[in-house]
């Protein structure tokens, strides 16, 4: 179904900042941002990516959720100033099961499969998920999904297209 991510976006931060007591911020473009796609996972992909970065920092520190228009691409940046990912690690925690030796001895729980299953639904939505990271300093952590074309975007029932002038007026007040 089509999705503006913004509006995603937003509405699965509102329930962190409900849930927990640290800052989220949300940057989202002007211009509304659609993708097509399986709503449940999107959103359980962002809850993974929300999820860590708040497990992985302190939770005074914020974490700072930007989506962007990139080409054909809409991206979901998810950033944070916790603990980071050694490097020796860095390309093997998309891997099932796997966690970082910079966790695996403190007492954060979990299993290492929160980020293969969004690395997977990612993909079968013909996007990918990507991460850089610093060890000590934090991490940021991609989600790319095709965004529909502009021509679909002008097909789209009435009522969705709706919110756009939504955020048009917001944008012009
Ligand atoms: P769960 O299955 O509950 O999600 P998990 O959080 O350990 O457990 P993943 O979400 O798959 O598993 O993450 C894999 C590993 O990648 C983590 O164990 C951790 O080492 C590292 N990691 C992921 N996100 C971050 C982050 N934001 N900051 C630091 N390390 C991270
Ligand atoms: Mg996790």
């Known amino acids: ?9 937003a509405e699965v931060v509102d329930h962190f900042r409900a849930a927990f007591e640290r800052p989220f911020t949300v940057e989202v473009p002007r211009e509304r941002v659609w993708v097509r796609g399986d709503r449940d996972r999107l959103e359980q992909v962002l809850v993974n990516l929300l999820e860590n970065a708040h497990k992985y ?5 914020p974490i700072v959720v930007t989506v962007e228009r990139f080409h ?13 990912i050694p490097g020796a690690d860095q390309s093997q925690v998309f891997q099932r ?15 290492g499969l929160g980020l293969f299953i969004s690395h997977s639904i990612a993909r079968l939505h013909g996007g990918g998920l990507t991460m850089r990271s610093a060890e000590g300093q934090g991490s940021t952590f991609t989600l790319g999904l095709p965004r529909m074309a502009p021509h679909d975007v002008k097909r789209l029932p ?16």
């Open 1 to 9: 179904a089509p999705l503006e991510v913004g509006q995603l976006v």
């Open 57 to 61: 920092s302190a939770s005074e520190e």
């Open 72 to 84: 054909n691409e809409a991206r979901i940046h998810v950033k944070d100033h916790g603990i980071g």
């Open 97 to 111: 099961f796997y966690r970082a030796r910079n966790v695996s001895h403190r007492n954060f729980g979990g299993l």
């Open 158 to 173: 009435h009522r969705l297209l709706l919110l756009d002038e939504d955020r048009a007026q917001e944008a012009a007040a």
